[in-house]
């Protein structure tokens, strides 16, 4: 017999559906692509055409019984009705992060798809990649002993992308929503739940004016409402507690600074908005400080990946949930996690500019590593 796949189809053709369809479709094996639907049915029907699937109606791709998975692809604030529509229908769905963009809802469609016995998986899946998947390793391993501290420091230059994407000039589309869900998602993924939340968040400009040549509003002032700055203070459950910044009125390529400290060493990651790259170790090595002509870069070393998914692999978080679905296998890119997540990511929202201290009522397990 052949290789058991679950039919799938894809809601929304935007700029991120092409890496998903490419690897939907070529790369992960438990996965056959259908069909595709989008708001404007030109654009899906070009995908269609590019990938040789069908471009239909959501309604028509509700109606066909042969699918059984729906990958929404769609802007923050469209998830609540694609996601309700999906499970309304009886599909299990897995979505762009966040799951949705208001976590009231969110916590509805989590508590829906229980009722109906449904799986409901969320974005971001770069946590399965290799960079994190190897420090998920190093950390089981006690690499790094006893773990209690992490700092995250991350910039990007919302000039840029506000003038590029409408989407995040609309509610979800802040910088904590669209962004830090990245680092939080990587965080739960290592640490385990939060338990609360301190933060300042900033909002210094509420409006921009276009700056990319050829986009349809150049050289316009844009309302900007949306948050573009925090300074937050996360405590998880086991009391690691650490710093979070991110500063998106900077410069456009990521510096992103992310680590890990234990009383064996210092853990130093990557972006992890991205699959792969270097997962380094500086370890606590007193004999060696104590060399006069030891510098420090030369201890740190490169770990070794722990598993093929170094490039970009968006997707295979929709072939995780097929293999729940088909095999029954605990789902890593899961509902409760995204919710925890997506509640870690409000209480944030919460400090508003007071820089007040929120508890964190969700709590989810750490998903199972991915040799």
């Known amino acids: 017999m052949g ?145 209690h501290s992490f700092a995250v420091s991350a910039n990007r230059n919302n000039d840029i992308l506000l003038s590029l994407f409408d989407f995040l000039r609309k509610p979800g589309g802040g910088i904590v929503c669209d962004y830090a869900v990245y680092y939080v998602t990587a965080l739960v993924s290592l640490l385990g739940p939060v338990a609360r939340v301190g933060s300042i968040v900033g909002y210094p400009y509420p409006t921009h004016v276009n700056c990319v040549p050829g986009t349809p509003l150049y050289g316009q002032t844009m309302d900007t409402p949306n948050e573009s700055q925090v300074n937050a203070v996360l405590q998880f459950e086991n009391d690691v507690t650490g710093t979070f910044h991110i500063d998106a009125d900077s410069v456009m390529e990521d510096q992103a600074y992310f680590t890990i400290y234990g009383t064996k060493g210092i853990l130093i990651l990557t972006d992890p908005n991205q699959f792969g790259g270097q997962v380094r170790f500086l370890p606590n090595s007193p004999e060696a400080s104590a060399l ?64 007040k201290f929120t508890d964190v009522r969700s709590s989810c397990v750490r998903p199972e590593p991915l040799r």
């Open 292 to 355: 006069a002509d030891q510098r420090e870069s030369e201890k740190i070393c490169v770990l070794p990946a722990v598993n093929e998914y170094s490039d970009n692999s968006r997707g295979i978080g929709p072939s995780d949930l097929a293999d729940t679905i088909l095999n029954g296998t605990p789902l890593r890119p899961s509902a409760e996690m995204a919710y925890h997540v997506h509640e870690v990511l409000n209480a944030m929202l919460e400090g508003d500019t007071s820089g």
């Open 3 to 147: 290789q058991k796949k679950v039919c799938v189809g894809v809601v929304g053709a935007g700029a991120i559906s092409d890496i998903y369809l490419k690897n939907m479709i070529h790369r992960f094996e438990n996965l056959y692509v259908k069909s595709i639907c989008a708001a404007h049915l030109e654009s899906a029907q070009k995908k269609a055409q590019e990938y040789g699937i069908q471009a239909v109606t959501m309604e028509e791709m509700f109606d066909d019984p042969e699918i059984r998975m729906i990958v929404n692809l769609t802007p923050a604030h469209v998830h609540y009705s694609v996601i309700r529509a999906a499970l309304e229908h009886g599909r299990h769905i897995y979505t762009e992060k966040t799951l949705t963009d208001d976590i009231n809802k969110s916590a509805e469609l989590v508590r829906l798809a229980k009722e109906k016995g449904l799986y409901l998986g969320s974005a971001p899946d770069t946590f399965m990649g290799s960079a994190l998947q190897t420090a998920r390793s190093a950390i089981d391993s006690g690499m790094l002993g006893e773990i």
